[in-house]
Protein backbone atom coordinates (compact mmCIF):
# COMPACT_ATOMS: atom_id res chain seq x y z
CA UNK A 1 0.00 0.00 0.00
CA UNK A 2 1.01 3.65 -0.10
CA UNK A 3 2.56 5.29 2.45
CA UNK A 4 -0.50 7.56 3.07
CA UNK A 5 -2.49 4.57 3.29
CA UNK A 6 -0.59 3.01 5.66
CA UNK A 7 -0.38 6.43 7.90
CA UNK A 8 -4.32 6.11 7.61
CA UNK A 9 -4.35 1.98 9.20
CA UNK A 10 -2.53 3.40 11.70
CA UNK A 11 -4.81 6.03 12.84
CA UNK A 12 -7.93 3.99 12.67
CA UNK A 13 -5.57 1.44 14.71
CA UNK A 14 -4.50 3.93 17.01
CA UNK A 15 -8.34 5.04 18.17
CA UNK A 16 -8.51 8.41 15.76
CA UNK A 17 -12.17 8.53 14.21
CA UNK A 18 -12.09 11.85 13.72
CA UNK A 19 -10.50 14.27 11.97
CA UNK A 20 -10.27 18.21 11.18
CA UNK A 21 -8.58 20.09 8.43
CA UNK A 22 -8.04 21.35 4.93
CA UNK A 23 -7.26 19.29 1.89
CA UNK A 24 -4.36 21.00 -0.41
CA UNK A 25 -2.26 19.74 -3.67
CA UNK A 26 0.73 18.71 -1.51
CA UNK A 27 -1.74 16.43 0.87
CA UNK A 28 -4.17 15.51 -1.55
CA UNK A 29 -2.61 11.82 -1.42
CA UNK A 30 -3.00 11.62 2.12
CA UNK A 31 -6.96 12.49 1.56
CA UNK A 32 -7.50 9.71 -1.05
CA UNK A 33 -5.75 7.30 1.48
CA UNK A 34 -8.08 8.93 4.50
CA UNK A 35 -11.39 9.05 1.85
CA UNK A 36 -10.27 5.07 0.09
CA UNK A 37 -9.84 3.94 3.74
CA UNK A 38 -12.90 5.12 5.67
CA UNK A 39 -13.57 4.86 9.50
CA UNK A 40 -12.61 8.60 9.88
CA UNK A 41 -15.00 11.07 9.97
CA UNK A 42 -13.60 14.28 8.38
CA UNK A 43 -14.92 17.61 9.25
CA UNK A 44 -13.47 20.34 6.63
CA UNK A 45 -12.58 24.12 8.44
CA UNK A 46 -12.71 27.30 6.88
CA UNK A 47 -9.07 28.10 7.89
CA UNK A 48 -6.67 26.21 8.74
CA UNK A 49 -5.98 27.35 12.50
CA UNK A 50 -9.53 26.83 12.72
CA UNK A 51 -8.99 22.86 12.49
CA UNK A 52 -6.25 22.83 15.02
CA UNK A 53 -8.28 24.19 17.09
CA UNK A 54 -10.76 22.29 16.58
CA UNK A 55 -8.45 19.08 17.01
CA UNK A 56 -7.83 20.71 20.75
CA UNK A 57 -11.46 21.12 21.30
CA UNK A 58 -12.19 17.40 20.80
CA UNK A 59 -8.70 16.08 22.82
CA UNK A 60 -9.92 18.39 25.22
CA UNK A 61 -14.00 16.62 25.83
CA UNK A 62 -13.44 13.04 26.43
CA UNK A 63 -10.05 11.14 28.13
CA UNK A 64 -8.19 9.20 25.43
CA UNK A 65 -9.35 11.69 22.60
CA UNK A 66 -6.49 12.67 20.19
CA UNK A 67 -7.49 15.07 17.81
CA UNK A 68 -6.10 15.19 14.36
CA UNK A 69 -5.87 18.18 12.24
CA UNK A 70 -4.32 18.06 8.32
CA UNK A 71 -3.60 20.59 6.02
CA UNK A 72 -1.38 21.11 2.96
CA UNK A 73 2.29 22.43 2.49
CA UNK A 74 3.70 25.88 3.43
CA UNK A 75 0.79 28.16 5.22
CA UNK A 76 -1.56 25.50 6.02
CA UNK A 77 1.50 24.08 8.52
CA UNK A 78 2.48 27.67 9.52
CA UNK A 79 -1.54 28.95 10.37
CA UNK A 80 -1.55 25.27 12.67
CA UNK A 81 1.43 26.82 14.42
CA UNK A 82 -0.77 28.61 16.90
CA UNK A 83 -2.87 25.40 17.77
CA UNK A 84 0.17 23.65 18.67
CA UNK A 85 1.70 26.23 20.89
CA UNK A 86 -1.83 25.99 22.85
CA UNK A 87 -1.40 22.41 22.75
CA UNK A 88 1.48 22.40 23.94
CA UNK A 89 0.68 24.99 26.70
CA UNK A 90 -1.95 22.90 28.43
CA UNK A 91 -0.25 19.46 28.11
CA UNK A 92 -2.69 18.32 24.81
CA UNK A 93 -2.28 15.46 22.60
CA UNK A 94 -2.97 16.80 19.08
CA UNK A 95 -1.85 15.34 15.72
CA UNK A 96 -0.86 17.39 13.30
CA UNK A 97 -0.60 16.27 9.52
CA UNK A 98 0.80 18.50 7.18
CA UNK A 99 1.90 18.05 3.03
CA UNK A 100 5.41 18.89 1.85
CA UNK A 101 6.32 19.64 -1.64
CA UNK A 102 8.56 16.60 -3.22
CA UNK A 103 11.65 15.42 -1.75
CA UNK A 104 13.69 16.63 -4.82
CA UNK A 105 13.08 20.28 -4.38
CA UNK A 106 12.06 20.78 -0.91
CA UNK A 107 15.68 22.59 -0.62
CA UNK A 108 14.98 24.91 -3.76
CA UNK A 109 12.25 26.99 -2.42
CA UNK A 110 9.90 25.32 -4.13
CA UNK A 111 5.75 26.65 -3.96
CA UNK A 112 4.99 26.70 -1.10
CA UNK A 113 7.60 24.79 0.62
CA UNK A 114 8.89 25.33 4.24
CA UNK A 115 10.70 23.96 6.79
CA UNK A 116 7.58 23.25 8.86
CA UNK A 117 9.41 21.12 11.26
CA UNK A 118 11.98 23.20 12.03
CA UNK A 119 9.29 25.74 13.25
CA UNK A 120 7.11 23.49 14.82
CA UNK A 121 10.00 22.44 17.21
CA UNK A 122 9.71 24.17 20.04
CA UNK A 123 5.77 23.68 20.53
CA UNK A 124 5.63 20.22 20.01
CA UNK A 125 7.14 17.18 21.23
CA UNK A 126 8.13 16.03 18.55
CA UNK A 127 8.10 17.45 14.78
CA UNK A 128 9.90 15.64 12.00
CA UNK A 129 9.66 15.74 8.30
CA UNK A 130 9.65 11.92 6.79
CA UNK A 131 12.10 11.74 3.97
CA UNK A 132 12.07 8.26 3.81
CA UNK A 133 8.46 6.49 3.17
CA UNK A 134 9.30 3.38 5.05
CA UNK A 135 9.72 4.95 8.08
CA UNK A 136 6.38 6.53 7.63
CA UNK A 137 4.62 3.80 9.58
CA UNK A 138 7.35 3.88 12.97
CA UNK A 139 7.11 7.57 13.12
CA UNK A 140 3.36 7.58 13.19
CA UNK A 141 3.49 4.78 16.00
CA UNK A 142 6.41 7.23 17.93
CA UNK A 143 4.40 9.89 17.65
CA UNK A 144 0.83 8.42 19.34
CA UNK A 145 3.85 6.90 21.79
CA UNK A 146 5.07 10.70 22.68
CA UNK A 147 1.94 12.16 22.44
CA UNK A 148 0.39 9.72 25.05
CA UNK A 149 3.68 9.52 27.38
CA UNK A 150 4.93 11.54 30.34
CA UNK A 151 3.35 15.05 29.58
CA UNK A 152 1.16 14.65 26.95
CA UNK A 153 1.51 16.70 24.32
CA UNK A 154 1.08 17.52 20.37
CA UNK A 155 3.17 16.15 17.42
CA UNK A 156 3.29 17.65 13.64
CA UNK A 157 4.35 15.05 10.77
CA UNK A 158 5.17 16.41 7.40
CA UNK A 159 5.00 14.23 4.19
CA UNK A 160 6.39 15.37 1.12
CA UNK A 161 4.05 14.46 -1.53
CA UNK A 162 6.35 11.83 -3.19
CA UNK A 163 6.53 10.01 0.05
CA UNK A 164 2.99 9.77 0.36
CA UNK A 165 2.62 8.26 -2.82
CA UNK A 166 5.28 5.41 -2.56
CA UNK A 167 4.56 2.23 -2.02
CA UNK A 168 5.85 0.44 1.18
CA UNK A 169 5.02 -3.31 2.61
CA UNK A 170 2.70 -2.71 5.77
CA UNK A 171 0.10 -5.25 7.46
CA UNK A 172 -1.80 -3.22 9.77
CA UNK A 173 -3.26 -6.30 11.06
CA UNK A 174 -0.22 -7.03 13.22
CA UNK A 175 0.72 -3.88 14.14
CA UNK A 176 0.08 -3.11 17.64
CA UNK A 177 0.49 0.31 20.01
CA UNK A 178 3.49 0.70 21.43
CA UNK A 179 3.00 1.02 25.70
CA UNK A 180 2.60 3.95 26.84
CA UNK A 181 5.36 5.13 29.62
CA UNK A 182 3.59 7.03 32.30
CA UNK A 183 6.08 7.41 35.75
CA UNK A 184 4.58 6.24 39.42
CA UNK A 185 4.84 7.22 42.45
CA UNK A 186 6.94 4.64 45.05
CA UNK A 187 5.18 4.28 48.44
CA UNK A 188 8.24 5.63 49.82
CA UNK A 189 7.15 8.85 47.77
CA UNK A 190 4.02 9.18 48.86
CA UNK A 191 4.54 8.55 52.88
CA UNK A 192 6.82 11.29 52.86
CA UNK A 193 4.84 13.50 50.49
CA UNK A 194 1.74 12.85 52.94
CA UNK A 195 3.45 13.80 56.31
CA UNK A 196 3.47 17.42 55.11
CA UNK A 197 -0.46 17.38 54.95
CA UNK A 198 -0.23 15.38 58.51
CA UNK A 199 2.28 17.94 59.92
CA UNK A 200 -0.25 20.98 58.72
CA UNK A 201 -3.33 22.59 60.65
CA UNK A 202 -4.73 24.00 57.34
CA UNK A 203 -3.91 21.64 54.54
CA UNK A 204 -5.09 22.55 51.07
CA UNK A 205 -4.88 21.08 47.69
CA UNK A 206 -4.12 22.26 44.31
CA UNK A 207 -5.65 20.42 41.25
CA UNK A 208 -4.37 21.27 38.29
CA UNK A 209 -4.82 19.71 34.61
CA UNK A 210 -2.71 16.80 35.01
CA UNK A 211 -5.50 15.69 37.09
CA UNK A 212 -8.32 16.03 34.37
CA UNK A 213 -5.54 14.78 32.19
CA UNK A 214 -4.96 11.62 34.06
CA UNK A 215 -9.06 10.68 34.65
CA UNK A 216 -8.30 11.32 38.00
CA UNK A 217 -11.39 13.50 39.36
CA UNK A 218 -12.48 10.24 41.10
CA UNK A 219 -9.28 9.54 42.92
CA UNK A 220 -9.01 13.13 43.72
CA UNK A 221 -12.64 13.64 45.16
CA UNK A 222 -12.09 9.94 47.20
CA UNK A 223 -8.46 11.60 48.40
CA UNK A 224 -9.78 14.84 49.51
CA UNK A 225 -12.72 13.26 51.29
CA UNK A 226 -10.87 10.93 53.01
CA UNK A 227 -8.19 13.31 54.64
CA UNK A 228 -11.31 16.17 54.75
CA UNK A 229 -8.74 18.39 52.62
CA UNK A 230 -9.95 21.32 51.24
CA UNK A 231 -9.36 21.41 46.80
CA UNK A 232 -8.36 24.58 45.00
CA UNK A 233 -8.82 23.89 41.58
CA UNK A 234 -6.75 25.69 39.16
CA UNK A 235 -8.50 27.39 35.98
CA UNK A 236 -7.20 23.78 33.95
CA UNK A 237 -8.52 22.12 36.87
CA UNK A 238 -11.30 23.22 36.94
CA UNK A 239 -14.21 20.47 37.51
CA UNK A 240 -11.79 17.78 39.41
CA UNK A 241 -14.38 18.08 41.71
CA UNK A 242 -17.65 20.42 42.04
CA UNK A 243 -18.06 23.70 42.88
CA UNK A 244 -21.00 22.84 45.22
CA UNK A 245 -18.77 20.10 46.65
CA UNK A 246 -18.35 20.29 50.59
CA UNK A 247 -14.55 20.47 50.29
CA UNK A 248 -14.03 22.93 47.53
CA UNK A 249 -12.23 25.60 48.65
CA UNK A 250 -12.74 28.29 45.59
CA UNK A 251 -10.19 29.20 42.77
CA UNK A 252 -7.03 31.06 44.04
CA UNK A 253 -4.94 33.79 41.68
CA UNK A 254 -4.94 37.44 40.38
CA UNK A 255 -7.48 37.15 37.41
CA UNK A 256 -9.94 33.71 37.82
CA UNK A 257 -10.26 33.56 41.47
CA UNK A 258 -12.89 33.65 44.04
CA UNK A 259 -12.83 36.00 46.94
CA UNK A 260 -13.19 33.28 49.50
CA UNK A 261 -10.54 31.43 47.29
CA UNK A 262 -7.69 33.69 47.21
CA UNK A 263 -8.78 34.12 51.02
CA UNK A 264 -8.79 30.09 51.84
CA UNK A 265 -5.24 29.85 50.37
CA UNK A 266 -3.96 32.82 52.50
CA UNK A 267 -5.17 31.16 55.70
CA UNK A 268 -3.27 27.41 54.43
CA UNK A 269 -0.04 26.64 56.32
CA UNK A 270 0.25 23.70 53.44
CA UNK A 271 -0.16 23.02 50.00
CA UNK A 272 -0.16 19.61 48.23
CA UNK A 273 0.18 20.30 44.43
CA UNK A 274 -0.91 17.84 41.86
CA UNK A 275 -0.91 17.83 38.30
CA UNK A 276 -0.45 21.69 38.25
CA UNK A 277 2.22 23.98 36.98
CA UNK A 278 2.11 27.13 39.07
CA UNK A 279 1.36 29.34 36.54
CA UNK A 280 1.18 33.23 36.86
CA UNK A 281 -2.41 34.13 37.07
CA UNK A 282 -2.75 31.19 39.72
CA UNK A 283 -0.18 32.44 41.79
CA UNK A 284 0.64 36.32 41.16
CA UNK A 285 4.28 37.18 40.34
CA UNK A 286 4.47 38.49 43.93
CA UNK A 287 6.02 34.63 44.96
CA UNK A 288 6.62 35.66 48.31
CA UNK A 289 2.83 36.26 49.07
CA UNK A 290 1.96 32.90 47.35
CA UNK A 291 4.57 30.93 49.22
CA UNK A 292 4.27 32.85 52.49
CA UNK A 293 5.31 30.02 55.60
CA UNK A 294 3.55 27.49 53.84
CA UNK A 295 4.84 23.98 53.16
CA UNK A 296 4.26 22.94 48.97
CA UNK A 297 5.03 19.35 47.95
CA UNK A 298 4.73 19.39 44.01
CA UNK A 299 3.36 15.84 42.16
CA UNK A 300 3.86 16.30 38.33
CA UNK A 301 4.65 13.87 35.57
CA UNK A 302 7.14 15.69 34.23
CA UNK A 303 10.40 15.81 36.35
CA UNK A 304 11.44 19.47 34.64
CA UNK A 305 8.39 20.90 36.32
CA UNK A 306 9.33 20.20 39.85
CA UNK A 307 11.20 23.84 40.61
CA UNK A 308 10.17 25.36 37.79
CA UNK A 309 8.60 27.98 39.19
CA UNK A 310 9.83 28.16 43.00
CA UNK A 311 11.69 24.90 44.87
CA UNK A 312 8.88 23.03 47.02
CA UNK A 313 9.78 21.18 50.11
CA UNK A 314 9.35 18.16 48.39
CA UNK A 315 8.46 16.79 44.81
CA UNK A 316 7.48 13.46 43.59
CA UNK A 317 7.64 12.94 39.49
CA UNK A 318 4.49 10.78 38.58
CA UNK A 319 1.62 10.39 36.99
CA UNK A 320 -1.71 11.88 38.83
CA UNK A 321 -3.53 8.71 38.92
CA UNK A 322 -0.68 6.63 39.59
CA UNK A 323 -0.44 9.02 42.41
CA UNK A 324 -3.59 9.50 43.68
CA UNK A 325 -4.14 5.31 44.19
CA UNK A 326 -1.37 5.22 46.68
CA UNK A 327 -2.61 8.50 48.22
CA UNK A 328 -5.60 6.81 48.65
CA UNK A 329 -4.28 3.36 49.97
CA UNK A 330 -2.14 5.16 52.37
CA UNK A 331 -4.47 7.52 53.83
CA UNK A 332 -7.14 4.57 54.58
CA UNK A 333 -4.31 2.79 56.30
CA UNK A 334 -3.71 6.05 58.79
CA UNK A 335 -7.25 6.25 58.76
CA UNK A 336 -7.55 2.64 60.11
CA UNK A 337 -4.75 3.27 62.52
CA UNK A 338 -7.08 6.25 63.73
CA UNK A 339 -3.91 8.46 62.53
CA UNK A 340 -5.50 11.17 60.07
CA UNK A 341 -6.60 14.54 62.11
CA UNK A 342 -9.64 16.27 62.34
CA UNK A 343 -10.02 18.38 60.06
CA UNK A 344 -13.65 20.05 60.33
CA UNK A 345 -13.00 23.01 61.99
CA UNK A 346 -10.77 23.76 59.18
CA UNK A 347 -13.37 22.62 56.23
CA UNK A 348 -15.92 25.01 58.22
CA UNK A 349 -13.92 28.13 57.81
CA UNK A 350 -13.47 27.97 54.34
CA UNK A 351 -17.11 27.25 53.72
CA UNK A 352 -17.21 29.95 55.51
CA UNK A 353 -16.32 32.11 53.24
CA UNK A 354 -16.99 30.90 50.87
CA UNK A 355 -20.77 31.84 51.57
CA UNK A 356 -19.45 35.61 53.02
CA UNK A 357 -17.07 36.63 50.50
CA UNK A 358 -19.18 37.06 46.91
CA UNK A 359 -19.57 39.36 43.98
CA UNK A 360 -22.16 40.69 43.14
CA UNK A 361 -23.99 39.57 40.04
CA UNK A 362 -26.94 40.80 40.23
CA UNK A 363 -27.44 43.86 38.40
CA UNK A 364 -30.25 45.97 36.51
CA UNK A 365 -28.95 48.12 34.42
CA UNK A 366 -29.20 48.95 30.97
CA UNK A 367 -27.07 48.74 28.56
CA UNK A 368 -26.36 45.53 30.56
CA UNK A 369 -23.41 44.49 33.38
CA UNK A 370 -21.73 41.60 32.36
CA UNK A 371 -22.47 39.76 35.53
CA UNK A 372 -25.73 39.68 35.19
CA UNK A 373 -24.85 37.48 32.10
CA UNK A 374 -23.09 34.89 34.16
CA UNK A 375 -26.00 35.03 36.79
CA UNK A 376 -28.36 33.88 34.24
CA UNK A 377 -26.31 31.80 32.33
CA UNK A 378 -25.90 29.96 35.48
CA UNK A 379 -30.09 29.53 35.96
CA UNK A 380 -30.31 28.60 31.99
CA UNK A 381 -27.70 25.96 31.60
CA UNK A 382 -27.30 23.12 33.99
CA UNK A 383 -24.40 20.78 35.66
CA UNK A 384 -23.96 18.73 32.22
CA UNK A 385 -23.07 22.26 30.14
CA UNK A 386 -19.87 22.14 28.69
CA UNK A 387 -18.77 25.47 28.63
CA UNK A 388 -15.84 26.23 26.10
CA UNK A 389 -13.67 29.51 26.35
CA UNK A 390 -10.51 31.43 25.63
CA UNK A 391 -9.43 34.43 27.14
CA UNK A 392 -10.30 38.39 27.76
CA UNK A 393 -12.62 39.79 29.95
CA UNK A 394 -15.36 37.29 29.27
CA UNK A 395 -13.08 34.51 30.04
CA UNK A 396 -12.03 35.83 33.32
CA UNK A 397 -15.37 37.05 34.73
CA UNK A 398 -17.01 33.90 33.57
CA UNK A 399 -14.45 31.82 35.50
CA UNK A 400 -15.04 34.20 38.58
CA UNK A 401 -19.18 33.97 38.49
CA UNK A 402 -19.93 30.30 36.41
CA UNK A 403 -20.05 27.19 38.11
CA UNK A 404 -19.01 24.01 37.25
CA UNK A 405 -19.99 20.17 38.42
CA UNK A 406 -17.89 17.41 36.62
CA UNK A 407 -14.71 17.21 34.70
CA UNK A 408 -13.82 18.51 31.51
CA UNK A 409 -16.62 20.84 31.79
CA UNK A 410 -14.66 23.87 31.30
CA UNK A 411 -12.75 23.90 28.47
CA UNK A 412 -10.36 26.42 28.19
CA UNK A 413 -7.16 27.76 26.08
CA UNK A 414 -4.97 28.77 29.49
CA UNK A 415 -1.41 29.33 28.45
CA UNK A 416 -1.60 30.73 25.32
CA UNK A 417 -5.03 32.34 24.94
CA UNK A 418 -5.36 33.02 21.54
CA UNK A 419 -8.41 35.10 20.67
CA UNK A 420 -10.69 33.18 17.72
CA UNK A 421 -9.83 29.91 19.82
CA UNK A 422 -13.65 29.27 20.78
CA UNK A 423 -15.63 29.21 17.68
CA UNK A 424 -13.12 25.87 16.46
CA UNK A 425 -12.59 24.54 19.85
CA UNK A 426 -16.69 24.69 20.80
CA UNK A 427 -16.98 22.57 17.57
CA UNK A 428 -14.26 20.32 18.14
CA UNK A 429 -15.83 19.72 21.56
CA UNK A 430 -19.50 19.40 20.37
CA UNK A 431 -18.16 17.21 17.69
CA UNK A 432 -16.09 14.78 20.49
CA UNK A 433 -19.33 14.79 22.85
CA UNK A 434 -22.77 15.56 20.70
CA UNK A 435 -25.17 14.36 23.69
CA UNK A 436 -24.22 17.57 26.38
CA UNK A 437 -24.78 20.68 26.00
CA UNK A 438 -21.79 23.15 25.16
CA UNK A 439 -21.95 26.45 25.57
CA UNK A 440 -19.42 29.07 24.38
CA UNK A 441 -18.46 32.19 25.61
CA UNK A 442 -16.77 34.82 23.80
CA UNK A 443 -16.39 38.79 23.82
CA UNK A 444 -16.75 40.58 20.35
CA UNK A 445 -13.25 40.80 19.61
CA UNK A 446 -12.93 36.86 19.89
CA UNK A 447 -15.46 36.07 18.06
CA UNK A 448 -14.60 38.03 14.88
CA UNK A 449 -11.23 36.31 14.74
CA UNK A 450 -12.19 32.91 13.42
CA UNK A 451 -16.18 33.83 12.46
CA UNK A 452 -15.88 32.39 9.16
CA UNK A 453 -15.94 28.60 11.66
CA UNK A 454 -19.26 29.03 12.26
CA UNK A 455 -20.13 28.29 8.81
CA UNK A 456 -18.58 24.87 9.34
CA UNK A 457 -20.66 23.86 12.49
CA UNK A 458 -24.06 24.84 9.90
CA UNK A 459 -22.93 22.71 7.01
CA UNK A 460 -21.58 19.40 9.76
CA UNK A 461 -25.13 20.26 11.62
CA UNK A 462 -22.69 20.76 14.54
CA UNK A 463 -25.16 22.74 16.95
CA UNK A 464 -24.33 24.58 20.03
CA UNK A 465 -24.91 27.88 21.91
CA UNK A 466 -22.36 31.28 21.78
CA UNK A 467 -23.13 33.69 24.37
CA UNK A 468 -20.86 36.78 22.75
CA UNK A 469 -20.81 39.83 25.07
CA UNK A 470 -20.30 42.61 22.98
CA UNK A 471 -19.23 45.82 24.65
CA UNK A 472 -17.07 46.84 21.10
CA UNK A 473 -13.88 47.14 23.22
CA UNK A 474 -10.67 44.84 23.54
CA UNK A 475 -11.56 45.46 27.28
CA UNK A 476 -8.86 43.23 29.05
CA UNK A 477 -6.58 45.55 27.30
CA UNK A 478 -7.96 48.48 27.88
CA UNK A 479 -8.08 47.61 31.77
CA UNK A 480 -4.52 46.58 31.50
CA UNK A 481 -4.00 49.70 29.67
CA UNK A 482 -5.26 51.80 33.32
CA UNK A 483 -2.04 51.54 35.11
CA UNK A 484 0.01 53.16 31.56
CA UNK A 485 -2.33 56.00 31.88
CA UNK A 486 -3.70 55.40 27.94
CA UNK A 487 -6.75 54.48 26.56
CA UNK A 488 -4.96 53.46 22.64
CA UNK A 489 -6.29 51.45 19.94
CA UNK A 490 -8.60 49.51 22.00
CA UNK A 491 -12.00 50.77 21.03
CA UNK A 492 -13.88 49.18 18.45
CA UNK A 493 -17.22 51.32 18.19
CA UNK A 494 -18.01 52.87 14.98
CA UNK A 495 -21.75 53.62 13.81
CA UNK A 496 -21.95 50.94 11.07
CA UNK A 497 -24.39 52.28 7.86
CA UNK A 498 -25.84 49.33 7.88
CA UNK A 499 -27.20 48.48 10.59
CA UNK A 500 -27.89 52.21 12.78
CA UNK A 501 -30.30 50.23 15.68
CA UNK A 502 -26.66 49.15 16.84
CA UNK A 503 -25.61 52.86 17.56
CA UNK A 504 -21.74 53.01 17.76
CA UNK A 505 -21.65 48.69 18.76
CA UNK A 506 -20.61 48.38 14.98
CA UNK A 507 -20.29 44.80 13.62
CA UNK A 508 -23.94 43.09 13.14
CA UNK A 509 -23.15 39.92 14.80
CA UNK A 510 -26.52 39.21 14.47
CA UNK A 511 -26.83 39.23 10.44
CA UNK A 512 -23.20 37.86 10.39
CA UNK A 513 -24.14 34.72 11.86
CA UNK A 514 -27.01 34.46 9.65
CA UNK A 515 -25.12 34.82 6.70
CA UNK A 516 -23.06 31.77 7.96
CA UNK A 517 -25.45 30.15 8.10
CA UNK A 518 -26.51 30.29 12.08
CA UNK A 519 -28.88 31.28 14.17
CA UNK A 520 -28.76 34.11 16.46
CA UNK A 521 -30.72 37.07 18.74
CA UNK A 522 -29.94 40.18 20.32
CA UNK A 523 -30.89 40.70 23.85
CA UNK A 524 -30.71 44.35 24.92
CA UNK A 525 -32.37 44.13 28.27
CA UNK A 526 -31.55 41.96 31.29
CA UNK A 527 -34.40 40.55 31.94
CA UNK A 528 -35.03 39.13 28.49
CA UNK A 529 -31.94 37.03 28.83
CA UNK A 530 -33.44 34.13 30.09
CA UNK A 531 -36.03 33.63 27.99
CA UNK A 532 -33.37 34.45 24.95
CA UNK A 533 -31.14 31.34 26.41
CA UNK A 534 -34.08 29.18 26.35
CA UNK A 535 -35.22 30.10 22.89
CA UNK A 536 -31.30 29.46 21.73
CA UNK A 537 -31.75 26.20 23.37
CA UNK A 538 -34.71 25.01 21.25
CA UNK A 539 -33.20 26.57 18.16
CA UNK A 540 -30.04 24.37 18.39
CA UNK A 541 -31.87 21.52 18.65
CA UNK A 542 -34.54 22.49 16.19
CA UNK A 543 -31.92 23.32 13.77
CA UNK A 544 -28.84 21.34 14.14
CA UNK A 545 -26.92 24.31 14.23
CA UNK A 546 -24.89 27.15 16.05
CA UNK A 547 -27.17 29.88 17.94
CA UNK A 548 -25.33 33.37 18.87
CA UNK A 549 -27.28 35.20 21.79
CA UNK A 550 -25.57 38.23 21.49
CA UNK A 551 -25.81 40.33 25.24
CA UNK A 552 -24.81 44.51 24.37
CA UNK A 553 -23.20 45.45 27.37
CA UNK A 554 -22.18 48.29 28.84
CA UNK A 555 -18.99 49.78 26.75
CA UNK A 556 -17.32 49.92 30.14
CA UNK A 557 -17.25 47.41 33.12
CA UNK A 558 -13.89 46.79 35.11
CA UNK A 559 -13.74 43.11 35.75
CA UNK A 560 -12.04 42.13 39.76
CA UNK A 561 -8.31 41.30 39.38
CA UNK A 562 -4.80 42.42 40.72
CA UNK A 563 -3.10 45.64 39.45
CA UNK A 564 0.20 44.64 41.34
CA UNK A 565 0.21 40.40 39.84
CA UNK A 566 -0.26 39.78 44.17
CA UNK A 567 -3.34 37.29 45.07
CA UNK A 568 -3.31 39.77 48.57
CA UNK A 569 -4.12 42.26 46.56
CA UNK A 570 -7.33 42.09 44.31
CA UNK A 571 -9.02 45.53 42.89
CA UNK A 572 -12.52 45.05 42.90
CA UNK A 573 -14.36 47.76 40.99
CA UNK A 574 -17.83 47.04 41.16
CA UNK A 575 -20.17 46.54 44.25
CA UNK A 576 -19.69 43.70 46.35
CA UNK A 577 -22.65 41.16 47.47
CA UNK A 578 -24.24 42.58 50.79
CA UNK A 579 -27.22 40.89 50.42
CA UNK A 580 -28.78 37.71 49.28
CA UNK A 581 -30.50 38.66 46.15
CA UNK A 582 -27.09 40.52 44.99
CA UNK A 583 -25.23 37.24 44.15
CA UNK A 584 -28.67 34.65 43.38
CA UNK A 585 -27.04 31.72 41.85
CA UNK A 586 -23.99 31.80 43.92
CA UNK A 587 -22.74 28.66 45.24
CA UNK A 588 -23.82 29.44 48.66
CA UNK A 589 -26.41 31.74 49.62
CA UNK A 590 -24.73 35.11 50.99
CA UNK A 591 -24.20 34.77 54.78
CA UNK A 592 -24.72 38.36 56.53
Same mark, same amino acid.
Given at each position: ??????????????? &????????????????????????????????????????????????????????????????????????????????? =??????????????????????????????????????? &?????????????????????????????????????????????????????? =?????????????????????????? $??????????????????????????????????????????????????????????????????????????????????????????????????????????????????????????????????????????????????????????????????????????????????????????????????? =??????????????????????????? &????????????????????????????????????????????????????????????????????? &???????????????????????? $????????????????????????? =?????????????????????????????????????
Amino acid at each position: MTAARAAVEILKREG &VTDAFGVPGAAINPFYKALKEGGGIQHTLARHVEGASHMAEGYTRTQPGNIGVCIGTSGPAGTDMITGLYSAIGDSIPILC =ITGQAPTSVIHKEDFQAVDIASIAKPVTKMAVTVLEAAQ &VPGVFQQAFHLMRSGRPGPVLIDLPIDVQQTEIEFDPDTYEPLPVYKPAATRAQ =IEKALSFLLAAERPVIVAGGGVLGAD $AADLLVEFAELTQTPVVPTLMGWGALPDDHELNAGMVGVQTSHRYGNANFLESDAVLGIGNRWANRHTGYKLDVYRGERKFVHVDIEPTQIGKIFPPDYGVVSDAKAALELFIEVAKELKAAGRLPDRSAWVASTQERKATLLRRTHFDDVPMKPQRVYEEMNKAFGPDTRYVTTIGLSQIAGAQMLHVYKPRHW =INCGQAGPLGWTIPAAIGVAKADPDSP &VVALSGDYDFQFLIEELAVAAQHRIPYVHVLVNNAYLGLIRQAQIGLDINFQVNLEFENINAPELGVYG &VDHVKVAEGLGCKAIRVTEPDQLG $AAFEQAKKLAAEYRVPVVVEAILER =ITNISMSRTMDISDISEFEDLATEPGHAPTSIKPLKV
